[in-house]
């Protein structure tokens, strides 16, 4: 059973520039959520797909965007790069109303 | 929305020694899990827990959802359990199964 891998493990990015992460669900997950996790602090929700569909969504502005593609798989991405967007992003699939299983993350860095 | 609150933030241990963790909740809740954050990002999952009593090695929960509350306890720690722990809660105010993630609590356990 292959669990939930993503890419890139790190980035480096400038203020204002675009951003794309990516995330393979577990085999046999449909449920994918997103979550940003700052230094210190709990991950945060982002958003949830559920067959290429949002279903949910946390706190985040309109330039946090995402997709979930047939195969389950998912893409982050954040238009307009912040300071504050610096962190480790966190991908997890499940079964729907399932317990989550997180990816080893992506960190994130603006300069 | 749902608070999630941890204790204590941060926890130093001789390896042997015992310990237990403390999450508590604002609201009712239909489940609950708990994760250890190795310091390479991933978050584990250790636990999903709803109510009563689960033991897993040296680890075992156990919730009281009637008091909005679950413990976490780790006998004889070893140095492999450093890490944060987390325990989060489904949100009340967001569709799908975004969860609500406590600031954890970091442990150390030294040889």
């Known amino acids: 059973e292959t669990g939930v891998t993503q890419s890139p493990t790190h980035l480096i990015k400038t203020r204002g520039q675009q951003v794309t992460l990516r995330c393979s669900s577990q085999?046999?997950?449909?449920?994918v959520s997103w979550y940003q996790q700052a230094l210190g602090q709990g991950p945060q929700f982002i958003f949830q797909?559920?067959?290429?569909?949002?279903?949910g969504r946390g706190n985040f502005p309109p330039r946090f965007s995402g997709l979930q593609f047939p195969n389950y798989s998912s893409e982050l991405n954040v238009n307009a790069l912040e300071l504050d967007d610096s962190a480790l992003y966190l991908c997890?699939?499940?079964?729907?109303?399932?317990?989550?299983?997180f990816g080893n993350g992506t960190r994130l860095t603006v300069t | 929305g749902i608070q999630v609150e941890q204790s204590p933030p941060d926890l130093i241990l001789q390896e042997g020694a015992n310990s237990t963790l403390r999450c508590n909740f604002s609201?009712?809740?239909?489940?609950l899990q708990w994760f250890h954050q190795n310091p390479w990002g991933q978050l584990i999952n250790l636990f999903y827990?709803?109510?009563g009593t689960k033991q897993n090695g040296r680890l075992s929960a156990t919730t009281v959802a009637t008091e909005r509350y679950s413990l976490l306890y780790i006998s004889s720690s070893q140095t492999t359990d450093s890490g944060v722990y987390f325990c989060?809660?489904?949100?009340?105010?967001?569709?799908?199964?975004?969860?609500?993630f406590g600031k954890g609590t970091t442990l150390s356990v030294s040889s």
């Open positions: 997890a699939s499940s079964l729907y109303n399932s317990p989550l299983h």
């Open positions: 085999s046999g997950h449909n449920t």
């Open positions: 797909y559920y067959r290429e569909e949002e279903n």
């Open positions: 609201d009712s809740v239909n489940n």
């Open positions: 827990i709803p109510s």
């Open positions: 989060a809660v489904p949100s009340t105010n967001q569709a799908g199964t975004a969860l609500i």
